[in-house]
T-cell receptor
Framework: EAGVAQSPRYKIIEKRQSVAFWCNPI?????LYWYQQILGQGPKLLIQ??????VDDSQLPKDRFSAERLKGVDSTLKIQPAKLEDSAVYLC???WGQGSSYEQYFGPGTRLTVT | SQQGEEDPQALSIQEGENATMNCSYK?????LQWYRQNSGRGLVHLIL?????REKHSGRLRVTLDTSKKSSSLLITASRAADTASYFC??????????FGKGTHLIIQP
């Protein structure tokens, strides 16, 4: 089966600019996650979708970050305006179901550099 | 905030040796998963252990879970150069997603 697809793979922007990331999960996976991974750290969950509804966005900086999952399939994550501390790899993952008993499948990530 | 921490942060061993890394977590969990991340790539699932399990094996991997100490360990036996990667544990409650630690960076020297 095809894996989780993400684009772009790399993005360099200046602070205060906006940026958007796209994710296409594995077909049939109901749950989609966006993680932020800062260099040298583990992934930090930003938002979790179950189909097209938000399950957990408690760690999403809502003043600048937004995400949507259209028709319960593809998802986009947007940052506006970007700050220097947003430099990180943004990982998308999907799973068959919701919860810690399900294996998550990760995409290759988008490496964002904010200058 | 991070749920827990992996220990050690970095580990370098010779090919063929065994590698052991540990993970601690803070709150009660239902499941704990271990993932591997090669440089510049996404995470790859290795093994899942449930809170009512104490040990689980998969090929050269052995995972233990001690819920009384809120800790888990991952043992990789007969290490290979291809095992060079960062290893993360992720833990969570029943309906929760996973919370990951900072990871252990493992280097296998040929």
């Amino acid at each position: 089966e095809a894996g989780v697809a993400q684009s772009p793979r790399y993005k360099i922007i200046e602070k205060r600019q906006s940026v958007a990331f796209w994710c296409n999960p594995i077909s049939g996976h109901a749950t989609l996650y966006w993680y932020q991974q800062i260099l040298g750290q583990g992934p930090k969950l930003l938002i979790q979708f179950q189909n097209n509804g938000v399950v957990d966005d408690s760690q999403l900086p809502k003043d600048r970050f937004s995400a949507e999952r259209l028709k319960g399939v593809d998802s986009t994550l947007k940052i506006q305006p970007a700050k220097l501390e947003d430099s990180a790899v943004y990982l998308c993952a999907s799973s068959w179901g919701q919860g810690s008993s399900y294996e998550q499948y990760f995409g290759p990530g988008t490496r964002l550099t904010v200058t | 905030s991070q749920q827990g921490e992996e220990d050690p942060q970095a580990l370098s061993i010779q090919e063929g040796e065994n590698a052991t890394m540990n993970c601690s977590y803070k709150t009660s969990i239902n499941n704990l998963q271990w993932y591997r991340q090669n440089s510049g790539r996404g995470l790859v699932h290795l093994i899942l252990i449930r809170s009512n399990e104490r040990e689980k094996h998969s090929g050269r991997l052995r995972v233990t879970l001690d819920t009384s100490k809120k800790s888990s360990s991952l043992l990789i036996t007969a290490s290979r150069a291809a095992d060079t990667a960062s290893y993360f544990c992720g833990s969570g409650g029943g309906a929760d997603g996973l919370t990951f630690g900072k990871g252990t960076h493992l280097i296998i020297q040929p």
